[in-house]
C-alpha cells in the first residue's frame, strides 16, 4: 500500500506565474483535501475533491483552483502568484468525506514565491 | 463557524516529565477532534482521534487526550518524554451533519521542546 506522494517537494517561481502541484492519494482513497502552511502557522484548508468533484471550499480566492482524476489523483494551480502563496502546501488523501476516516498527509511541496 | 486555540505556542520540558499541551475548541455543531504531529521538514502525522464514545482516548506514541464537552477542551498528555517527542503538535476539528463535515480547522500548533 503506497502512502500519498506528492510532487515535486521544492519549487520556486516568480511573481506573477502559474504553479500546479500535484497528489497522488492513497490506494483506495476517494477524497483528497489541500492544505496551505504558512511559516510558524497551522495548515488552512484550501478546497476538497471527493469522487472527481468539489466538496467544499475554505477561505481562498478563485485563482486557486483544483482537479481530482478519475484514479483520484489530484492537481493544485494557482494562478497570478503572490509573495504571500509563499508556504507548504500539503495533500491529505482520505476514505470518504465524512470526517470520521482518517486523513493521511504528503510531505508537501514548499512553495516560494520571489 | 468553528475556531481552535492552542492556548501554548512553545512548551519546554525535560526527558522524561510529563507534558500537556491544551487545546480549545469553538463550534456550534458536534465535532470531531484530532492530534496531529509534525516532524521538521514532513507532513503531518495523526497521533489520536476522538469521534465518539470514552472521552479518553489514547493514540501512538504513548501519547493520551481527554474529550470535555463542557470545557470544549481536547487537552493532550504524555506521561514521560522523550527527545524523540520534540515536534510540532497541532489540534485539529472537523464537524459532522453540516456544510463543513470532513474539512479540518488547524489550530497554530504548540512546539514541544524536549531537553536532555
Known amino acids: 500500500e503506497t502512502g500519498v506522494t506528492q510532487s515535486p517537494t521544492h519549487l520556486i517561481k516568480t511573481r506573477g506565474q502559474q504553479v500546479t502541484l500535484r497528489c497522488s492519494s492513497q490506494s483506495g482513497h476517494n477524497t483528497v483535501s489541500w492544505y496551505q502552511q504558512a511559516l510558524g502557522q497551522g495548515p488552512q484548508f484550501i478546497f476538497q475533491y471527493y469522487r472527481e468533484e468539489e466538496n467544499g471550499r475554505g477561505n481562498f480566492p478563485p485563482r486557486f483552483s483544483g482537479l481530482q482524476f478519475p484514479n483520484y489523483s489530484s492537481e493544485l494551480n494557482v494562478n497570478a502568484l503572490e509573495l504571500d502563496d509563499s508556504a507548504l502546501y500539503l495533500c491529505a488523501s482520505s476514505l470518504g468525506s465524512g470526517g470520521n476516516t482518517e486523513a493521511f498527509f504528503g510531505q508537501g511541496t514548499r512553495l516560494t514565491v520571489v | 463557524a468553528q475556531s481552535v486555540t492552542q492556548l501554548d505556542s512553545q512548551v519546554p520540558v525535560f526527558e522524561e516529565a510529563p507534558v500537556e499541551l491544551r487545546c480549545n475548541y469553538s463550534?456550534?455543531?458536534?465535532?470531531?477532534l484530532f492530534w496531529y504531529v509534525q516532524y521538521p521538514n514532513q507532513g503531518l502525522q495523526l497521533l489520536l482521534k476522538y469521534l465518539s464514545g470514552s472521552t479518553l482516548v489514547k493514540g501512538i506514541n504513548g501519547f493520551e487526550a481527554e474529550f470535555n464537552k463542557s470545557q470544549t477542551s481536547f487537552h493532550l498528555r504524555k506521561p514521560s518524554v522523550h527527545i524523540s517527542d520534540t515536534a510540532e503538535y497541532f489540534c485539529a476539528v472537523t464537524t459532522y451533519g453540516s456544510s463543513n463535515t470532513g474539512k479540518l480547522i488547524f489550530g497554530q500548533g504548540t512546539t514541544l521542546q524536549v531537553k536532555p
Open positions: 463550534s456550534s455543531v458536534s465535532v470531531y
